[in-house]
Nanobody, 119 residues
Framework: QVQLVESGGGLVQAGGSLRLSCAASGRTFSMYDMGWFRQAPGKDREFVAR????????YYTDSVKGRFAISKDNAKNTMYLQMNSLKPEDTAVYSC????????????WGQGTQVTVSS
């Protein structure tokens, strides 16, 4: 498994941007599919975006398509989530997760970073 640490959260006004980072330990980072999830107060955790181990394919939940971009730098053992045109409804704790390629479930999770978007 890999250990994951998120950073880059904060407070931003609606329409602003933030870039989240997810730093991973371990030598096999390049073999992992990675994802971002978020959980707003009183709500279940939801999928935001994911990227395949090679970085060749990305997937997004409908509400962030065209605004968020996920990327992965295997040389730096880091994944990113660029968030543009932020909305108050994007406010949540964002967590990164990893799963070995070919696995169905994300098995490694970070602690999360708070993103707050003010109106």
């Amino acid at each position: 498994q890999v250990q994951l640490v998120e950073s880059g959260g904060g407070l931003v006004q609606a329409g602003g941007s933030l870039r989240l980072s997810c730093a991973a330990s371990g030598r096999t980072f390049s073999m992992y599919d990675m994802g971002w999830f978020r959980q707003a107060p009183g709500k279940d955790r939801e999928f935001v975006a994911r990227i395949t181990w090679s970085g060749g394919n990305t997937y997004y939940t409908d509400s962030v398509k065209g605004r968020f971009a996920i990327s992965k730098d295997n040389a730096k053992n880091t994944m990113y989530l660029q968030m543009n045109s932020l909305k108050p409804e994007d406010t949540a704790v964002y967590s990164c997760a990893a799963r070995m390629q070919g696995s169905s479930a994300f098995s490694s999770w970070g602690q999360g970073t708070q993103v707050t978007v003010s109106s």
